[in-house]
T-cell receptor, first 116, second 111 residues
Framework: GAVVSQHPSWVICKSGTSVKIECRSL??????MFWYRQFPKQSLMLMAT?????????EQGVEKDKFLINHASLTLSTLTVTSAHPEDSSFYIC????????????FGQGTRLTVV | QKEVEQDPGPLSVPEGAIVSLNCTYS??????FMWYRQYSRKGPELLMY????GNKEDGRFTAQVDKSSKYISLFIRDSQPSDSATYLC???????????FGQGTTLQVKP
């Protein structure tokens, strides 16, 4: 199956700093990628849809200025958590749709963000 | 009310048991139904994918969809300790790529 690589797998940062998370489709092109957040023992919540060459679409309640998404190429989407606070600590996961299914069949490994 | 409801468990079974995992949903427009397996601190892995109602079998796994009852199930036969993980159901309305996930059920298979 297709591979989606996410980096870093974990990061610890100080409050007020920004953190960038990368999501790459390694062997296929992804015009769309999705970013999720998962709190402990909770489900994946869709944050935004990343669209290559255009603005991301954010879900209701997600701050656009805080979670900056850039999808500059067909194989790379980035999520930048700006001015991070401890409540932003979570597990962030990206995914890219399977070209046949058209749904997000392939997920990255996830990034554990801890803000101290 | 959440769009997708899933009992978080935990569910503990002995090795070799048949496991039944279930989700209910409220949006009758859902057409695509998926089951993912997630190990701790890893991204979800697609296990089964079903379109509309019916059964689908893949090895030890069987997925069932009952759209009239808005109920989906995943059965695991001859469960193994390596099946211990969190199982997430997910659904989408169309081929939009936007998935709605259940909370996930934590399964432990004891040797």
């Amino acid at each position: 199956g297709a591979v989606v690589s996410q980096h870093p797998s974990w990061v610890i940062c100080k409050s007020g700093t920004s953190v960038k998370i990368e999501c790459r489709s390694l062997d296929f092109q992804a015009t769309t990628m999705f970013w999720y957040r998962q709190f402990p023992k909770q489900s994946l919540m869709l944050m935004a849809t990343s669209n290559e060459g255009s603005k991301a679409t954010y879900e209701q309640g997600v701050e656009k200025d805080k979670f900056l998404i850039n999808h500059a190429s067909l194989t790379l989407s980035t999520l930048t958590v700006t001015s991070a606070h401890p409540e932003d600590s979570s597990f962030y996961i990206c995914s890219a749709p399977d070209r046949v299914l058209g749904t997000e069949a392939f997920f990255g490994q996830g990034t554990r963000l801890t803000v101290v | 009310q959440k769009e997708v409801e899933q009992d978080p468990g935990p569910l503990s079974v002995p090795e070799g048991a048949i496991v039944s995992l279930n989700c209910t949903y409220s949006n009758s427009a859902f057409q695509y139904f998926m089951w993912y397996r997630q190990y701790s601190r890893k991204g979800p892995e697609l296990l089964m994918y079903t379109y509309s109602s019916g059964n689908k079998e893949d090895g030890r796994f069987t997925a069932q969809v009952d759209k009239s009852s808005k109920y989906i199930s995943l059965f695991i036969r001859d469960s193994q300790p390596s099946d211990s993980a969190t199982y997430l159901c997910a659904m989408s309305v169309g081929n939009t790529g936007k998935l709605i996930f259940g909370q996930g059920t934590t399964l432990q298979v004891k040797p």
